[in-house]
């Protein structure tokens, strides 16, 4: 810090930074604070489809978000902790941003990437309404099958819960529906909500 020459003392620094971004242990500094929505923001204004002039996208923008969700042809993926943070970053805020649009053309030709990115990014995808039908099913289609993966239990679940939702609301073939909620009942209990379980077997298909 002090070798980047800011005028302002390093200590300083340090301790105006952790009073906004509190370090998660004592020997650790200038940690970012998670959910960060300052950083969700400032992400959704660099990102092509919002609607305010006041603050153009950057044509690199698309690129370097598939970049770090492992989705860029030709480039190694990332660890999967850093697919996981961006991509969980990136569904963070649907209610504000227009996310989905990117995630979906991520995750249309590249749905492994969710079940990368692991549980916590997939509960966040869960949380997302406009993503479109196709993409939901092809990210649940490479979920692992109830008892397979207990680290995924809560995400596949949600994301499972999702698609089923839509396939009900959407589709007129009853056995389509009915097939539906019985995956989800199978993926509820494998996440330990029995009660939820329960409601879902009782619901209409």
Known sequence: MAGLGLGTPTERILKDHAVCYPAMFADSALEPLYPDRLAEDFLALTIPRHALSAHPPAIWAPRLVRVLTGAAEGRPAPPASRIA?????????????????????????????????????????????????????????????????????????????????????????????????????????????????????????
């Open 85 to 205: 943070r961006s991509m969980t970053v990136l569904t963070a805020a649907p209610g504000r941003w227009p996310y989905v649009g990117v995630m979906d053309q991520i995750l249309t030709t590249s749905p492994h990437l969710a079940r990368t990115a692991g549980n916590d990014a997939l509960m966040a995808l869960a949380q997302v309404d406009r993503s479109c039908t196709d993409t939901l099913a092809a990210v649940v289609a490479t979920l692992p099958a109830p008892g397979h993966d207990g680290d995924l239990g809560e995400g596949a679940a949600a994301m499972v819960r999702r698609l089923t939702l839509r396939l009900i609301r959407e589709s007129t073939d009853i056995s389509v529906r009915a097939a539906a909620r019985a995956e989800l009942v199978e993926y509820v209990i494998d996440a330990g909500q029995d009660v939820m379980a329960t409601e879902e077997s009782r619901g209409d298909p």
